[in-house]
C-alpha cells in the first residue's frame, strides 16, 4: 500500500519524477495478485485504503479552503478508483490471460474520459496523465494523443513489466524459446521507453505573429479581499502595478488580471461599472492595449418561469414575473474603444460554483437551510472566445485548465493565444498551486499554443508550447511580468481529432464487459 502511495504520489509532490507512474502501479498489481492466489477475504478495504492514501497524499491541499470538501473528494475519489479496480477482479474471475488487465485499463482510462467530459461531479486532477505535467520533455506527444495518451502510456508500462515478473516467477519464462524471451524483453522495453523516443523526436516550429503581453499579480488574500481592500482601492493599486511594466506603444499589448478580480457586474450594465470605467482610463494612456479580467458577473432575467435550476429569485412583480438572477465567473476583455466580449466560465467546481443535478439538489438544499440559496453558476453552454480587436483568445477561468479536451475548443474557435486566470490562493502555500500551473502547461503542448498565465497570488507565467516556462512569478508577492508570446494559426492532431484515445478505450470497456457476461466464458476458461 505505502509503497504505491508513494511511487503514484511522486510525480505530483517533486518536481521531475513523472517516471515513476511507469513503475507506481506495481504494487498495486503485485497485491491484487497475492490477494487472489491466497484467497485473501474482504481485499476490497485493503485496495479502497490504498487508493484512499494516494489521494490523500497528493490532494491534501483542498482541505485548506474546504475540509468537508476535502474529505468529501478524497473518499468519492478512492471509492470510484475501488469500483474500477474491483469490476477487474470480477472480470479477471470470468476471463483468463491478459483480458481482464486489457479490460483494467481500458476501464480506467473510460472513466477518466467520463470525468473530463461528461461528469456533473467532476474531480480529474488525478488523471494518471497528468503525472508528466511537471516532467514534459517525455510527452511533446500529447499534442497527438493528449493526457489520455499519458494514462495508457502508465498502464502499457506498468502491465508490460508485471507480466515480466510473473512470467519469471512461476516459472514460465524459463520454458520459452530464445525468440519469445527476445519479444517479451524488447516489447516491454519499447512500452516503457518507446513514448520517451518518440517525445525527444518531436520539435514544435511553426512561427507566428508576436504579441507583448503584460501580466500584473495583485496578490490579494482570497479571505480578506471582499471586505478589508475596498473595490476602488484595488483597482488603483492594480493599475500602478501594471504602469510599472515597460509599455511599447509601437504594438498591440495583452494586459491580463486575475480571476474574480472584480465583483458586482451586472451583464447588462458593464460599461458603467467602476472597475470597467476605470480601466478605460488605463488603457486610454496606452491606446494600442487590451485588457482581460474576471468578474463575478450577474446576469438579471424577468420572466413567469425559472429560466434555469440554478437561479435566484429576487421577487415577484404584480403580473406574477420574477426577477431572476444568474451568477457567472466571467472574464471580459475590453479596449480603448469602449467594446467588451465577455465569457462566462463552463467547468465549474462542484459545491462553490456548480450545484450537480440542481434539480435534486437545490431543493434540497433550500430545504435543509429553511430558505431560499443563492443559485450557483450556470455556466456557459457553449464555448466561445474573446475578442481582441478580430484575434480570438481563448481565455481558461481557473478549473478550466485542467480539461484538456475541453480546451482545445477555444482552438477549434479560432484562439490563437490561451490565457489562464486563477485565484489559487484559496489553498495557501501547498502543491495545489504548483500543480495547477503545471497542467497550463499539459494544455500548451495539446493544443501548440502559447499559454499566459494570470494568477491574484500566483504563480503567473508564460509557457510556450512545447510546456517550457519562459518566464515565472514568485508566489504570494506583488509582480507584474512581461514578455512576448506568438499568436499561431495551426491545429495540433489532438485539437483537430479529439481524445481517440479515450474514445477507443470506452469501446474496448463496453466490448470485453459485455464479453464477460457471456454465458460460457467461465466454463471455457476452466478447460484443461
Not at 471509492?79 to 470470468?94: A, E, I, Y
Not at 486566470?421 to 503542448?445: F, M
Request: glycine letters at 8%; a neutral charge.
Amino acid at each position: 500500500m505505502l509503497a504505491f502511495a508513494v511511487l503514484m504520489s511522486l510525480p505530483w509532490l517533486v518536481p521531475h519524477m513523472g517516471w515513476t507512474a511507469l513503475v507506481g502501479l506495481l504494487p498495486l498489481l503485485i497485491m491484487e495478485r497475492l490477494a487472489s492466489e491466497y484467497k485473501t477475504k474482504h481485499f476490497w478495504w485493503w485496495h479502497y485504503g490504498t487508493f484512499v492514501l494516494w489521494n490523500a497524499l497528493t490532494t491534501w491541499w483542498v482541505g485548506e479552503a474546504t475540509v468537508a470538501g476535502a474529505i468529501f473528494a478524497i473518499l468519492a475519489n478512492s471509492l470510484q478508483m475501488s469500483v474500477v479496480f474491483g469490476s477487474f477482479r470480477w472480470v479477471k474471475r470470468r476471463m483468463a490471460g491478459i483480458l481482464p488487465y486489457v479490460f483494467l485499463a481500458a476501464a480506467w482510462i473510460a472513466w477518466e474520459r467520463y470525468y473530463l467530459t461528461s461528469a456533473q461531479i467532476s474531480w480529474p486532477w488525478l488523471v494518471l496523465g497528468n503525472a508528466f505535467a511537471d516532467t514534459t520533455g517525455l510527452v511533446q506527444w500529447y499534442s497527438v494523443l493528449g493526457s489520455l495518451g499519458g494514462s495508457l502510456w502508465v498502464w502499457t508500462s506498468n502491465l508490460s513489466l508485471f507480466g515480466l515478473m510473473v512470467a519469471l516467477s512461476d516459472g514460465r519464462m524459463a520454458r520459452w524459446n530464445a525468440k519469445a524471451r527476445i519479444s517479451a524483453f524488447a516489447g516491454t522495453l519499447v512500452a516503457v521507453f518507446g513514448p520517451m523516443v518518440w517525445s525527444a523526436c518531436l520539435r514544435f516550429q511553426e512561427e507566428g505573429t508576436p504579441l507583448q503581453v503584460v501580466i500584473g499579480q495583485p496578490n490579494y488574500d482570497p479571505y480578506e479581499k471582499r471586505g478589508a481592500v475596498p473595490r476602488e482601492q484595488q483597482d488603483n493599486e492594480f493599475i500602478a502595478l501594471l504602469e510599472q511594466a515597460d509599455w511599447s506603444e509601437d504594438r498591440p499589448v495583452l494586459a491580463l488580471a486575475p480571476e474574480t478580480f472584480t465583483r458586482g457586474v451586472y451583464t447588462n450594465a458593464i460599461p458603467s461599472h467602476e472597475t470597467f470605467l476605470r480601466f478605460q482610463e488605463f488603457l486610454h494612456r496606452h491606446p494600442r492595449t487590451s485588457l482581460i479580467y474576471g468578474a463575478i458577473a450577474y446576469e438579471p432575467r424577468v420572466s413567469y418561469a425559472c429560466p434555469d435550476p440554478c437561479a435566484y429569485d429576487m421577487g415577484t412583480e404584480a403580473d406574477g414575473r420574477h426577477h431572476w438572477l444568474l451568477a457567472h465567473n466571467s472574464a471580459i476583455l475590453t479596449d480603448t474603444s469602449g467594446r467588451f466580449s465577455l465569457y462566462h466560465k463552463s467547468k465549474l467546481v462542484v459545491g462553490t460554483e456548480l450545484t450537480p443535478y440542481p434539480a435534486l439538489f437545490i431543493p434540497l438544499e433550500r430545504f435543509l437551510l429553511g430558505g431560499p440559496v443563492m443559485g450557483k453558476d450556470i455556466g456557459q453552454k457553449e464555448i466561445s472566445c474573446l475578442d481582441m480587436g478580430g484575434i480570438p483568445i481563448g481565455t481558461a477561468v481557473c478549473y478550466e485548465s485542467v480539461y484538456g479536451e475541453f480546451c482545445t475548443g477555444y482552438v477549434r474557435k479560432g484562439a490563437q493565444l490561451l490565457t489562464v486566470i486563477t485565484n489559487d490562493a484559496w489553498w495557501g502555500n501547498t502543491p495545489g498551486h504548483k500543480q495547477h500551473l503545471n497542467y497550463s502547461r499539459l494544455r500548451a503542448i495539446e493544443t501548440r499554443r502559447w499559454v499566459a498565465r494570470c494568477g491574484n497570488t500566483g504563480i503567473s507565467a508564460i509557457i510556450d508550447p512545447s510546456g517550457h516556462i519562459l518566464d515565472r512569478t514568485a508566489w504570494w508577492t506583488p509582480a507584474v511580468l512581461q514578455g512576448t508570446v506568438q499568436l499561431l494559426q495551426g491545429e495540433s492532431f489532438f485539437v483537430r481529432y479529439g481524445d481517440m484515445v479515450g474514445r477507443v478505450c470506452v469501446f474496448l470497456f463496453l466490448l470485453l464487459g459485455a464479453a464477460s457476461l457471456l454465458p460460457g466464458i467461465r466454463d471455457k476458461r476452466r478447460r484443461p
